[in-house]
């Protein structure tokens, strides 16, 4: 297609010529930007690395960490705060520098650890916030890309990040330096979780909305229908006296119990269907017990509810429900997938 253009003051302008860029351009700025990333990785040192990792973990049982930063460098210290919080550093937490000279550094003690996350460690903001940040008797220190630059000097100790340059074409923009505190800073946090021995049940108790939460968390119990919500019935009821109790109670089945709730079986919708195909009019005289699966997947109300949706997906077909079950057989709920599905697993 050719490009739009329009034409004014009887001039045609051309406004629809869109920038290009090619696929070789493309594949050679990651190549480019995979060098610098791999200059980071190839002079850290790891001592350094280390005795941050250290100070971290001491001062997560003595005091609050805050990060604090300047623009994209903010950004990062904010991310990298967060990340510590979900782990359990729940005093972990992101300080404006501006909102810090304008009052915010009031929540700053003796006892608190003060991270400042810059590429060139001379940003003004950073710089005036340091002797008032000391003045609290806080720890400093500076994560930094820039040799002996001014904000390293003046805090308690350095973390130096290597930097060969930013992939920038004006080695202006911060896009490899960025990069490379947020490297750093997610690593740390996984050493923190491996010296902590950080459980994934401690790990799902921080993130009860997420996905893995949910499967570490929620158990049967959580999520079953009981009581007066179960679809129940007794073998000898016939199967016709059965069509309320088996649509009304949304669970697509029947449980078939005893006098004594003892399951046994079940009776499903599809069950219905094929009766009906393969009796017709006898349907009327069949009892539900006659035709039920008495050999149906069950669970316990204790599992988790994650191992109620993988036996429901098992071979060698995928079933919708799962009685619940006690030690002796007796029924006492009943888990669907829909259910669980609508908890987000």
Known sequence: ?????????????????????????????????????????DN????????????????STSGSIFFTGVGKSGFVANKISQTL?????????FISPVD???????????????????KSGSSEELL???????????????ITSVKNNPLSQICDDNVHLPLSRELCPFDLA??????????FGDTIAVAL??????????????????????CLIFKVKDVMKKQDELPLCKPNDLIMDQLVELTSKGCGCLLVVDDAHHLIGTFTDGDLRRTLKASREAIFRLTVGSICNRNPRIIS?????????QKMESPPSPVQFLPVVDANNVTIGIVTLHGLVSIGL
């Open 174 to 183: 911060p896009v490899t330096s960025t990069a490379v505190q947020m490297l």
């Open 1 to 41: 297609m050719g490009s739009l253009s329009e034409v004014s003051n009887g001039k045609e302008h051309n406004v629809g010529a869109v920038p290009t860029i090619t696929v070789d351009e493309i594949r050679q700025l990651f190549s480019e930007q995979k060098t610098h990333i791999n200059h980071f990785f």
């Open 128 to 142: 005036r916030l340091v002797p008032c940040a000391r003045s609290k008797g806080a720890t400093l220190i500076s």
């Open 301 to 309: 109300v204790d599992a988790m509810a994650v191992e109620a949706m």
């Open 193 to 214: 979780m491996v010296a902590t021995k950080l459980t994934r049940d401690q790990y799902a108790a921080n993130h009860p909305a997420g996905r893995i939460g949910k």
């Open 44 to 59: 850290l040192d790891h001592t350094q690395a280390l005795q941050f990792t250290q100070v971290i973990l001491r001062q």
């Open 100 to 118: 810090a000279l304008h009052g915010d550094i009031g929540v700053l003690t003796s006892s608190d650890l003060l991270v400042f996350l810059s």
């Open 85 to 93: 919080t979900s782990l359990g550093f729940s005093r972990s937490s």
